[in-house]
């Protein structure tokens, strides 16, 4: 399937992992704790109904299983479900944004490889 774009929203950097886990958000207008849908490398889906736009930049802090203070990055949000420019990307029932980890997240990326595994990781590329 395409996106907006016309990329394939089936060619992702990086893995995505279902997982229900909680996490703390903070932009200048929304302050919440919510839980992701899903997780990988590059980002997360947080499920919610307050929803920031599309490039608002935020504090994410991760709390996986092991790890009481959790993980703390910032991130920018890169897409949410209302978007109308997104009509053909596949739809759920949960309401959300999708939120791209910065450049700084290396100590969440590493938790998550640590708590994941191989499944975080990106597929060796065939040619």
Request: charged share 25%; glycine share 10%; aromatic share 8%.
């Amino acid at each position: 399937m395409a996106n907006a774009s016309g990329g394939s929203w089936t060619k992702r950097r990086f893995p995505r992992v279902p997982v229900n886990t909680r996490v703390q958000y903070t932009s200048e207008h929304i302050d919440i704790t919510e839980e992701t849908r899903d997780v990988s490398l590059g980002g997360l889906f947080l499920n919610t109904g307050l929803l920031d736009p599309v490039g608002t930049t935020a504090r994410i802090q991760l709390y996986l299983p092991g790890r009481e203070d959790g993980y703390q990055a910032s991130g920018v949000v890169r897409w949410t479900t209302l978007d109308p420019k997104l009509s053909e990307r596949p739809q759920d029932d949960r309401t959300g944004m999708g939120v791209e980890f910065a450049i700084n997240a290396d100590d969440l990326r590493q938790g998550l490889i640590e708590y994941f595994g191989h499944r975080v990781l990106p597929k060796p590329e065939v040619d």
